[in-house]
C-alpha cells in the first residue's frame, strides 16, 4: 500500500469557505486510494489556477518527498493549465497522479496539459473580444449598469427573484445536457467549450466560461 498526499485546489476565497468543489475532490481521491494506499496528509490551495507561486503545493511536495509518498489530486486542472508549470512539477521527483487518470505516463499528461492550456487561453480570448464587442455597442458593463446603483434592499430582493426566474427559462433546454456532461466528469472548461462551440452564449449574451457554468450549475 502506497502513502498518499492528497492536494486540492479551488479557484475562489468562497469557494473555500464553504467547501464548494472540495467534497467532490476528496471523493474522487478516496476512490482512488481504495485498494492502492492510504491519504496521510491532505492540502487544500485556495487559488487561481494561472498562477504558479503555490505555498500549499510547495508544503505537499516537501511532505511527499520526506514520506517518499505519491502526491495525489482529483484531476489534472487541479494543478494548473500551463504546461510549464505541469513539466516542472513532473521534473521535481516526487511521483504523482490523477484520480481521474491513475497510472498516466508522463506523454500523455503533457499532452493533456496543452490541451487544457490552449481551452484556457482560448475562453479568455472570447471572452475578451466578447467584452470589448458590448462596450462599443454602449452595451453598460458591471456596475456602470444603471439598475445596479442606489437601489433599496426590497428592490434588490425583487431584482435578484426575477432575474433568477429570467434565466431559469433562458437555460431551460440547455441545463439538463450540462448536468449529464458534468456528471460524466467532463470539465467545466470543456463544457463552456463545447456550448460556445454550439453558438449558445450566456443570458447577457457572453460566451461561456468555466465559471459561467459552474454559477449556473451552483444556481441550480
Given at each position: 500500500?502506497?502513502?498518499?498526499?492528497?492536494?486540492?485546489?479551488?479557484?475562489?476565497?468562497?469557494?473555500?469557505?464553504?467547501?464548494?468543489?472540495?467534497?467532490?475532490?476528496?471523493?474522487?481521491?478516496?476512490?482512488?486510494?481504495?485498494?492502492?494506499?492510504?491519504?496521510?496528509?491532505?492540502?487544500?490551495?485556495?487559488?487561481?489556477?494561472?498562477?504558479?507561486?503555490?505555498?500549499?503545493?510547495?508544503?505537499?511536495?516537501?511532505?511527499?518527498?520526506?514520506?517518499?509518498?505519491?502526491?495525489?489530486?482529483?484531476?489534472?486542472?487541479?494543478?494548473?493549465?500551463?504546461?510549464h508549470f505541469i513539466?516542472?512539477?513532473?521534473?521535481?521527483?516526487?511521483?504523482?497522479?490523477?484520480?481521474?487518470?491513475?497510472?498516466?505516463?508522463?506523454?500523455?499528461?503533457?499532452?493533456?496539459?496543452?490541451?487544457?492550456?490552449?481551452?484556457?487561453?482560448?475562453?479568455?480570448?472570447?471572452?475578451?473580444?466578447?467584452?470589448?464587442?458590448?462596450?462599443?455597442?454602449?452595451?453598460?458593463?458591471?456596475?456602470?449598469?444603471?439598475?445596479?446603483?442606489?437601489?433599496?434592499?426590497?428592490?434588490?430582493?425583487?431584482?435578484?427573484?426575477?432575474?433568477k426566474a429570467k434565466?431559469?427559462?433562458?437555460?431551460?433546454?440547455?441545463?439538463?445536457?450540462?448536468?449529464?456532461?458534468?456528471?460524466?466528469?467532463?470539465?467545466?472548461?470543456s463544457i463552456a467549450?463545447?456550448?460556445?462551440?454550439?453558438?449558445?452564449?450566456?443570458?447577457?449574451?457572453?460566451?461561456?466560461?468555466?465559471?459561467?457554468?459552474?454559477?449556473?450549475?451552483?444556481?441550480?
Amino acid at each position: 500500500m502506497k502513502k498518499l498526499v492528497a492536494y486540492y485546489r479551488v479557484s475562489t476565497q468562497k469557494q473555500g469557505r464553504s467547501g464548494l468543489g472540495l467534497e467532490a475532490q476528496r471523493s474522487a481521491i478516496q476512490g482512488y486510494a481504495e485498494g492502492r494506499g492510504q491519504v496521510m496528509a491532505e492540502f487544500t490551495e485556495v487559488e487561481t489556477g494561472k498562477r504558479s507561486d503555490r505555498p500549499k503545493l510547495a508544503e505537499a511536495l516537501a511532505q511527499a518527498r520526506k514520506a517518499r509518498a505519491t502526491l495525489v489530486i482529483a484531476k489534472l486542472d487541479r494543478l494548473a493549465r500551463n504546461v510549464h508549470f505541469i513539466s516542472g512539477l513532473m521534473e521535481s521527483g516526487v511521483p504523482f497522479d490523477c484520480a481521474d487518470r491513475p497510472g498516466a505516463d508522463p506523454f500523455r499528461l503533457h499532452i493533456e496539459a496543452a490541451i487544457a492550456e490552449e481551452e484556457a487561453r482560448k475562453i479568455s480570448q472570447r471572452t475578451k473580444e466578447a467584452l470589448k464587442a458590448a462596450k462599443r455597442r454602449g452595451v453598460p458593463l458591471g456596475a456602470s449598469r444603471k439598475e445596479c446603483r442606489n437601489l433599496s434592499d426590497t428592490a434588490r430582493r425583487r431584482g435578484a427573484k426575477a432575474t433568477k426566474a429570467k434565466a431559469a427559462a433562458f437555460y431551460a433546454d440547455v441545463l439538463p445536457g450540462i448536468r449529464e456532461r458534468r456528471a460524466a466528469g467532463a470539465t467545466l472548461d470543456s463544457i463552456a467549450g463545447e456550448l460556445n462551440a454550439a453558438g449558445r452564449v450566456t443570458s447577457r449574451g457572453l460566451p461561456f466560461t468555466a465559471t459561467a457554468v459552474h454559477r449556473l450549475l451552483r444556481r441550480e
